[in-house]
């Protein structure tokens, strides 16, 4: 597909509650603690255990790095977190990484892992993949787009 000659894609490992947020639209950023050597324009959602599946996909609309104080103050009102989970998550670190949420697509059957990569095992947090791949989701059963 065409569309994927210009993106960069990043399969990344998210826990089902928080995927499910970004799936329905109530959470809009994904915090990281380290900035993307390549910045994605895609993110496939890969759901953890218990669900182990790939549900879907959004487009990065912008990342903002910042230390995390700021980057609750940027974000509380769409984090689709709370703050004792945002302030555990961050203990510690100097900086981190906000990645807005754009275009929301939910897979009408979300895939195994190793359908779409050839593997069982997750990414610890995001792995980059090939623009095939991103082709494969692209024109997989895309249930909906959220704006």
């Given at each position: ?5 210009d ?9 089902p509650?928080?995927?499910?947020k ?5 959470k ?7 900035m993307?050597?390549?910045?994605p ?6 759901s953890t ?12 609309d912008?990342i903002d790095?910042s230390?995390?104080v ?9 984090a689709?977190i ?9 203990r510690?670190a100097?900086r ?9 697509h939910?897979l009408l ?11 069982k095992?997750?990414?610890?947090s995001?792995?980059y993949l090939d ?6 989701m692209?024109t ?5 787009a959220?704006l």
């Amino acid at each position: 597909m065409a569309l994927c000659q210009d993106l960069s894609v990043a399969l990344m490992s998210i826990h089902p509650e928080y995927a499910n947020k970004i799936l329905n639209g109530s959470k809009k950023v994904e915090f990281r603690k380290w900035m993307f050597s390549n910045v994605p324009s895609i993110v496939i959602i890969y759901s953890t255990s218990p669900v182990s599946l790939v549900v879907g996909f959004f487009t990065v609309d912008r990342i903002d790095a910042s230390d995390p104080v700021s980057l609750w103050g940027m974000y509380k009102e769409v984090a689709g977190i709370k703050r004792s989970a945002f302030n555990d998550y961050f203990r510690g670190a100097e900086r981190g990484i906000a990645i807005r949420v754009g275009k929301v697509h939910k897979l009408l059957q979300p895939l195994p892992l190793e359908e779409l990569i050839g593997s069982k095992r997750p990414p610890q947090s995001f792995r980059y993949l090939d623009f095939d791949l991103c082709s494969k989701m692209i024109t997989s059963n895309l249930a909906s787009a959220y704006l």
